[in-house]
């Protein structure tokens, strides 16, 4: 890749069609610094150029990435995490960047995910969204400690003309920035159909058979709510809500088509800023109480709870042994904390770890997914469990969702307590690990509570 410190935007055009094969494209990323802005009024001005957004925010850090268009995609069906990373190298060996700023999630940057298990039947529901998908935006925006950073990022030929290309970034910079946000009233829903929850029950007990048979120690089952709306949701509505309602979330909106796939996930898959890696151990889960002495009594309850931390342990073990080979210097507490959220408290593990040399943040998702969380223990035998028995397609519910750039900062999320937006239908998802005293009328109503943030945003619970 080449780096430039040039001033001027044509400048750096000029010199990156200077260098160019005749017969080729390259990428030209310029990154410049400007006045704070809601990004909620960038996601909502970007609708109107009608090509896809993506939005992907921590609410705990105060970083957020919008972007619109589309200057290049990677998408793959076979060996998928592999061709992704070969394509995104390919991509920036031949680019020309010119970003003063060492912030990570500014210049070229990626932003995508990958569908749960590629090898289940993909039904209509997920039409639109491929078994790994990575867009390069060809705009978009960063907040990082409350500074706020523009990058365009576009596909240059030997005969563009700088001058244009340069104007062509001004204009959006103008239209991006300035929008005001678009207060889309709420939706309501009007219909809601649960897929077979006595169906879904009995699989839940057909797993605690096969766990009790010692076939498979832990497998994660989802199910399907189908919701009709009063209108078309507005993904950035819903955005807002989200941002208003679920702390300590990654908050995400991948568009595709017609198709928003959106939600509010408290679980970090792994982080990466430079070599240092940070990742989250999730599993184990109740309800929050209605008054403190309540919640306290629910979360010391939980923490002692043998089989809560029986499932969480299986994702522990699991993370240490799968980051081992790419890392060294990794700190795991011997034991949880409980983290609240909204409407639920899970168990908690944080961990820590310094990055070997050469691997990357898709090495470690490729190696991670599905954790313990949402596939089982041990993975290939749950997850073969879920692909025969389970009654739904996944599609990129519990798979890995978030970003990656130039510099080798990346993270990404496990896309749980979500949905996909269609016009006015929406599917929700929700699971919950079995293990082999499970209940299935208790797990039905644990997911019935991890359904909630979504059905609220929607219009659906107070
Ligand atoms: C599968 C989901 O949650 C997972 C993450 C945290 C706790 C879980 C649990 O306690 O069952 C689940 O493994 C979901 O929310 O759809």
């Known amino acids: 890749m080449i780096e430039l410190k040039e001033e001027n935007i044509e400048g750096v055009f000029q010199e990156a069609i200077d260098t160019i094969h005749p017969q080729n494209s390259r990428l030209v990323s310029i990154t410049k610094r400007v006045e704070a802005i809601d990004p909620l009024s960038f996601y909502d001005a970007a609708k109107q150029l009608r090509t896809e957004r993506l939005y992907w925010s921590s609410t705990a850090e105060a970083y957020t990435l919008v972007g619109t268009g589309c200057a290049f995609?990677?998408?793959?069906?076979?060996?998928?995490?592999?061709?992704?990373?070969?394509?995104?190298?390919?991509?920036?060996?031949?680019?020309?960047?010119?970003?003063?700023?060492?912030?990570?999630?500014?210049?070229?940057?990626?932003?995508?995910?990958?569908?749960?298990?590629?090898?289940?039947?993909?039904?209509?529901?997920?039409?639109?969204?491929?078994?790994?998908?990575?867009?390069v935006p060809e705009y978009l925006l960063t907040e990082y400690e409350n500074d706020f950073y523009f990058t365009m990022n576009i596909m240059v030929r030997a005969d563009d003309h700088p001058r244009q290309l340069a104007n062509q970034l001004r204009e959006m910079e103008g239209q991006l920035l300035n929008g005001t946000p678009r207060y889309e009233s709420d939706t309501q829903i009007?219909?809601?159909?649960?897929?077979?929850?006595?169906?879904?029950?009995?699989?839940?007990?057909?797993?605690?058979?096969?766990?009790?048979?010692?076939?498979?120690?832990?497998?994660?089952?989802?199910?399907?709510?189908?919701?009709k709306l009063d209108r078309e949701a507005d993904s950035g509505n819903i955005l807002r809500k989200l941002l208003n309602t679920q702390s300590n979330s990654f908050i995400f909106s991948f568009e595709r088509g017609?198709?928003?796939?959106?939600?509010?996930?408290?679980?970090?898959?792994?982080?990466?800023?430079?070599?240092?890696?940070?990742?989250?151990?999730?599993?184990?889960?109740?309800?929050?109480?209605?008054?403190?002495?309540?919640?306290?009594?629910?979360?010391?309850?939980?923490?002692?709870?043998?089989?809560?931390?029986?499932?969480?342990?299986?994702?522990?073990?699991?993370m240490k042994k799968a980051i081992e080979n790419y890392?060294?210097?990794?700190?795991?507490?011997?034991?949880?904390?409980?983290?609240?959220?909204?409407?639920?408290?899970?168990?908690?593990?944080?961990?820590?770890?310094?990055?070997?040399?050469?691997?990357?943040?898709?090495?470690?998702?490729?190696?991670?997914?599905?954790?313990?969380?949402?596939?089982?223990?041990?993975?290939?035998?749950?997850?073969?469990?879920?692909?025969?028995?389970?009654?739904?397609?996944?599609?990129?519910?519990?798979?890995?969702?978030?970003?990656?750039?130039?510099?080798?900062?990346?993270?990404?999320?496990?896309?749980?307590?979500?949905?996909?937006?269609?016009?006015?239908?929406?599917?929700?998802?929700?699971?919950?690990?079995?293990?082999?005293?499970s209940d299935p009328e208790e797990e039905y109503e644990e997911t019935n509570i991890k359904l909630t943030p979504m059905l609220s945003v929607l219009g659906g619970v107070e």
């Not at 931390?309 to 522990?316: A, C, I, T, W």
């Not at 898709?362 to 190696?367: A, E, V």
């Open 190 to 227: 009007v219909g809601r159909h649960e897929i077979s929850p006595e169906k879904w029950k009995q699989t839940v007990k057909l797993a605690t058979e096969e766990i009790r048979q010692q076939k498979v120690e832990k497998i994660v089952l989802a199910r399907e709510v189908r919701l």
């Open 258 to 318: 017609k198709d928003c796939f959106i939600g509010a996930t408290p679980e970090r898959l792994v982080k990466i800023r430079q070599n240092s890696l940070f990742s989250t151990c999730l599993a184990g889960t109740a309800p929050r109480g209605e008054t403190e002495e309540e919640d306290a009594r629910i979360s010391h309850k939980l923490f002692h709870d043998q089989k809560n931390r029986g499932e969480h342990d299986f994702v522990v073990q699991m």
């Open 327 to 437: 890392c060294t210097d990794i700190e795991i507490p011997n034991e949880p904390v409980v983290y609240p959220l909204k409407n639920l408290q899970h168990l908690y593990t944080p961990v820590t770890a310094r990055m070997k040399k050469d691997y990357t943040i898709l090495d470690i998702i490729k190696n991670l997914h599905p954790t313990p969380a949402l596939g089982g223990t041990p993975r290939k035998e749950s997850v073969a469990f879920i692909r025969k028995h389970e009654l739904l397609d996944r599609g990129w519910y519990g798979a890995p969702v978030g970003w990656l750039d130039n510099r080798d900062n990346g993270e990404f999320a496990v896309a749980i307590r979500s949905g996909l937006l269609q016009g006015d239908e929406a599917s929700l998802f929700a699971g919950c690990g079995v293990v082999k005293d």
């Open 73 to 135: 995609e990677i998408t793959a069906i076979k060996d998928r995490f592999e061709t992704a990373e070969q394509e995104w190298n390919n991509l920036l060996n031949d680019a020309v960047s010119n970003n003063p700023y060492d912030v990570p999630g500014t210049g070229i940057v990626s932003m995508g995910g990958a569908a749960f298990d590629p090898e289940k039947e993909k039904t209509k529901l997920w039409a639109n969204f491929e078994p790994i998908r990575f867009t």
